[in-house]
């Protein structure tokens, strides 16, 4: 399990290399706050959550607001966002927010599409049958209601109780090793080497009735 200063190191490195490999567009490097003795809180330079606030909203009006207040992380080429936040209350991790938001406009590709149709890596990202679905990672204790909302938990699209119980709460590096094979695997494939990130887990936290749904997880 990782501690607040680890977790916030494999942030950076994360970033480092995917800005190395020419997969960003536009990073920010996410703030390191004490918001008490031994509370941390590590994220977007706003320290704020946009996600959380922006409800029974549209997805188009949920990304612009997202993308133009900058709070996210990372920026993908083809315009999808990455917000990675964690916080931990005396040094022990109590929340988690993971979110990918796919691009509703493809910008990029619609003003210069032969660069991305004459590379490979980006074979992924412009299929016209593409549907953008935000999905998110949450780690929630503190609303922990067995199998109605699991401590962890994957939300797909912005349904309300969308919930699928995950084992245990995600890492940075286990969260962009998803995002990259499911939604860039050309590219993923291609950098390979480079983006063989390690493996890093936290402690197991689903129950035995969580378990016996179709559930999310992972072993190192």
């Given at each position: 399990?990782?501690?607040?200063?680890?977790?916030?190191?494999?942030?950076?490195?994360?970033?480092?290399?995917?800005?190395?490999?020419?997969?960003?567009?536009?990073?920010?490097?996410?703030?390191?706050?004490?918001?008490?003795?031994?509370?941390?809180?590590?994220?977007?330079?706003?320290?704020?959550?946009?996600?959380?606030?922006?409800?029974?909203?549209?997805?188009?009006?949920?990304?612009?607001?997202?993308?133009?207040?900058?709070?996210?992380?990372?920026?993908?080429l083809d315009?999808?966002?990455?917000?990675?936040?964690?916080?931990?209350?005396?040094?022990?991790?109590?929340?988690?927010?993971?979110?990918?938001?796919?691009?509703?406009?493809?910008?990029?590709?619609?003003?210069?599409?032969?660069?991305?149709?004459?590379?490979?890596?980006?074979?992924?990202?412009?299929?016209?049958?593409?549907?953008?679905?935000?999905?998110?990672?949450?780690?929630?204790?503190?609303?922990?209601?067995?199998?109605?909302?699991?401590?962890?938990?994957?939300?797909?699209?912005?349904?309300?109780?969308?919930?699928?119980?995950?084992?245990?709460?995600?890492?940075?590096?286990?969260?962009?090793?998803?995002?990259?094979?499911?939604?860039?695997?050309?590219?993923?494939?291609?950098?390979?080497?480079?983006?063989?990130f390690p493996?890093?887990?936290?402690?197991?936290?689903?129950?035995?009735s969580e378990?016996?749904?179709?559930?999310?997880?992972?072993?190192?």
């Open positions: 399990m990782q501690n607040h200063k680890d977790l916030y190191n494999e942030i950076n490195s994360i970033i480092i290399t995917l800005v190395r490999v020419s997969l960003v567009d536009h990073q920010i490097f996410p703030s390191y706050i004490q918001t008490g003795i031994n509370n941390f809180q590590i994220g977007p330079s706003s320290g704020k959550d946009l996600s959380i606030v922006l409800k029974n909203v549209e997805y188009t009006d949920t990304y612009k607001a997202i993308d133009e207040n900058k709070n996210y992380i990372l920026k993908m315009g999808a966002l990455i917000q990675f936040m964690y916080r931990y209350d005396n040094s022990i991790l109590t929340y988690h927010r993971l979110a990918f938001f796919p691009s509703p406009f493809l910008e990029h590709y619609q003003n210069e599409p032969e660069i991305y149709e004459t590379d490979e890596i980006y074979a992924d990202i412009i299929e016209r049958n593409i549907l953008p679905v935000p999905i998110r990672f949450d780690y929630d204790p503190a609303s922990y209601r067995e199998i109605d909302h699991p401590r962890c938990h994957l939300t797909l699209g912005q349904f309300k109780n969308c919930r699928i119980p995950v084992c245990s709460p995600i890492t940075p590096s286990v969260f962009i090793r998803f995002i990259l094979r499911s939604f860039y695997n050309t590219a993923f494939k291609k950098f390979s080497n480079d983006l063989d493996i890093s887990l936290f402690k197991e936290d689903i129950t035995a378990k016996k749904l179709l559930h999310v997880s992972i072993n190192s």
